[in-house]
């Protein structure tokens, strides 16, 4: 999997130290990634952290998935952290963070998403039927397929339509398919695929299982309409039922893909058509029944009718974006997840940043080719000193692991690059010289973008 090459963080108290400082906020960080320890170690003063959980991306982390019982792992966390005086738990991953969190607040009693939000959410057969019950317009058309399908008579839409896995994480196996024979080479795994497949999923299922109301199987996929237009994803949070929306992000994809190449803070789209987004998912929070915690809901503007279509909902903080809100209006999500899980309420500035655009920058390899050599981390961290204001995270891969990334989401991310800027032309100008100063890049033809303003626009 991944290897995220980060920045030497200042050490923070490990997770099996007592939390002792007199007076700090003490906080724990579930399935802690490369942005979380990156926000921790700047934190504001008084603040205390310890880590739980394994880095799925990176060895030998990863390989406790194959011994990980979710159950298991929130007694043992309960149990440490019964006397520890915690204030908040917090986590921006994507695939055991929001179970683990709810379940272990809950024990705790301390802020948390409710459960049965955190499961319809990420379930994305539910999902879709809440959004079907309250708010149809918004819902493209659907249908379950089998973990066992075979016959084309048990495929519920007619081709083109994306299929994905009920349960998965960072758009992992979510494809536009065209065929019967696309669908099938797409939904055919090796025995260690499904090996990991089956580990990925098997701790959903059981924090779901003998619950009412969730009986499908997570194992199993989902077909939905093809939907054109904009994408943009819908930030912020929920406080004892009340949302509090913190700005849309602009997701733009590399010409001709469905590959993320960056995320732009503050989205280019006119104020009317970001408040009509922020309603629609605010029906969505409604309808899966999110009261508390941090967000974000994406969101695809249909091109023929103009609506709004629900992509899904991620019950979390998104980690990529944490500084973007910094930069432009003045405060770090980070932060802001920070307060809100410890029972506060954030404190959230609009355009008091130093910058009037930022945005998160993806280097894709689209061609499957791989790095064209290993980057070591001295030349990484010569990097971020010719580009102090741009927060820089490398993820080297090669081999098996490349492969299955490959097949799994589409594209290879081998580097994000994150800045900002007091213009869309000097934003494009900065990612543009960290794009040149980079020596690894694959050998393949390079997609770095000269045109990055009137996309939003223009679409």
């Given at each position: 999997m991944v290897d995220p090459i980060e920045p030497r963080q200042p050490t923070t108290r490990a997770a099996?130290?007592?939390?002792?400082?007199?007076?700090?906020?003490?906080?724990?960080?579930?399935?802690?990634?490369?942005w979380d320890r990156s926000m921790a170690a700047r934190a504001a003063p008084g603040h205390e952290f310890a880590y739980e959980g394994f880095d799925l991306f990176r060895f030998p982390g990863n390989a406790r998935l194959?011994?990980?019982?979710?159950?298991?792992?929130?007694?043992?966390?309960?149990?440490?952290?019964?006397?520890?005086?915690?204030?908040?738990?917090?986590?921006?991953?994507?695939?055991?963070?929001?179970?683990?969190?709810?379940?272990?607040g809950e024990r705790l009693g301390l802020p948390h998403t409710p459960l049965a939000a955190v499961l319809t959410a990420q379930h994305k057969y539910y999902a879709r039927r809440a959004f079907e019950r309250e708010l149809p317009e918004c819902n493209p058309r659907f249908g379950l397929i089998g973990r066992d399908?075979?016959?084309r008579r048990e495929v519920p839409l007619a081709f083109p339509f994306y299929v994905k896995p009920v349960k998965a994480a960072y758009s992992v196996l979510a494809r536009r398919v065209s065929?019967?024979?696309?669908?099938?080479?797409?939904?055919?795994?090796?025995?260690?695929e499904a090996a990991i497949i089956e580990r990925l999923v098997k701790p959903f299922g059981d924090a779901m299982?003998?619950?009412?109301?969730?009986?499908?199987?997570?194992?199993?996929?989902?077909?939905?309409?093809?939907?054109?237009g904009f994408q943009v994803t819908v930030n912020g949070f929920a406080r004892a039922g009340q949302v509090t929306m913190l700005g849309v992000v602009d997701s733009l994809m590399y010409p001709g893909t469905d590959q993320f190449q960056r995320f732009q803070y503050p989205s280019c789209l006119p104020a009317e058509r970001q408040a009509a987004a922020e309603e629609v998912a605010r029906r969505a929070l409604a309808a899966v029944g999110f009261t508390h915690g941090m967000f974000n809901v994406e969101l695809r503007l249909c091109a023929s009718t103009g609506h709004a279509k629900v992509i899904e909902i991620n019950p979390r903080a998104a980690g990529q974006f944490y500084d973007l809100f910094e930069r432009v209006d003045g405060y770090n999500l980070f932060d802001a997840l920070l307060a809100l899980e410890s029972g506060g309420e954030p404190r959230v500035r609009?355009?008091?940043?130093?910058?009037?655009v930022a945005a998160s920058f993806v280097m894709r390899d689209l061609a499957g080719e791989g790095l064209s050599r290993w980057p070591q981390r001295g030349e990484i961290a010569r990097l971020r000193s010719r580009h102090p204001h741009a927060r820089i995270m490398v993820y080297a891969k090669r081999g098996a692991d490349l492969r299955r990334e490959l097949k799994w989401l589409g594209s290879y991310r081998y580097a994000v690059a994150n800045l900002g800027a007091a213009s869309p032309e000097a934003l494009a100008a900065a990612y543009r010289a960290i794009h040149r100063d980079i020596g690894f890049h694959p050998r393949g033809r390079l997609v770095v973008p000269e045109a990055m303003l009137g996309e939003a626009a223009a679409d």
């Open positions: 099996r130290e007592p939390l002792s400082a007199k007076g700090a906020r003490r906080i724990l960080v579930l399935f802690p990634d490369e194959f011994t990980f019982d979710v159950r298991r792992f929130v007694d043992r966390l309960a149990r440490r952290y019964a006397r520890a005086g915690l204030d908040g738990i917090v986590t921006s991953d994507e695939q055991f963070g929001p179970v683990v969190a709810a379940l272990l399908f075979r016959r065929s019967w024979d696309e669908l099938e080479s797409h939904a055919r795994f090796s025995w260690l299982r003998g619950l009412p109301g969730f009986e499908v199987d997570p194992f199993s996929l989902i077909a939905e309409e093809v939907i054109d609009r355009r008091e940043g130093s910058d009037a």
